[in-house]
C-alpha cells in the first residue's frame, strides 16, 4: 500500500514562506513522478511542481522562481519550498506520486490528503 502524506502547510503573510513536506511509505525513487498540486476555491486542481524519475523539474509558471521542489531519499520526503507568497497561492496543497509497475499497462496514482496553505494580511 502506498500512502503520501502531507503536512506544513498553514497561515502565512504575504511574502512569506512554508514549508510542505510529503512522507512517502515507500522509497520515493520508485515513483515516476513526484510533485504538487493545488486547488483553490473555485478553481480546478493545478499541477503546482512536479519531479520525474528522469531528473526533470516542472513548474507551473505562476510559482516559478519563487517555490522549489526538493526530495530527500533518504527520509522517503518530497518537499515544496514556497516563498514570496501571494494570497493567490492560497489553496489545498496535495502532493502525488505516479508509478508503473511493472505489468501494468498505465501508471497509478496516489494522493495525500491535502494540507490547507492560507496567505492573508
Known amino acids: 500500500q502506498v500512502q503520501l502524506v502531507e503536512s506544513g502547510g498553514g497561515l502565512v503573510q504575504p511574502g512569506g514562506s512554508l514549508r510542505l513536506s510529503c512522507a512517502a511509505s515507500?522509497?520515493?525513487?520508485?515513483?515516476?513522478?513526484l510533485g504538487w498540486y493545488r486547488q483553490a476555491p473555485g478553481r480546478q486542481r493545478e499541477l503546482v511542481a512536479r519531479?520525474?524519475?528522469?531528473?526533470?523539474?516542472d513548474y507551473v509558471d505562476s510559482v516559478k522562481g519563487r517555490f522549489t521542489i526538493s526530495r530527500d531519499n533518504a527520509k522517503n520526503t518530497v518537499y515544496l519550498q514556497m516563498n514570496s507568497l501571494k494570497p493567490e497561492d492560497t489553496a489545498v496543497y496535495y502532493c502525488?506520486?505516479?508509478?508503473?509497475?511493472?505489468?501494468?499497462?498505465?501508471?497509478?496514482?496516489?494522493w495525500g490528503q491535502g494540507t490547507q496553505v492560507t496567505v492573508s494580511s
Open positions: 502525488n506520486g505516479k508509478i508503473k509497475w511493472v505489468g501494468r499497462p498505465y501508471e497509478d496514482d496516489y
Open positions: 515507500r522509497i520515493i525513487f520508485s515513483f515516476n513522478a
Open positions: 519531479l520525474t524519475s528522469g531528473g526533470g523539474i
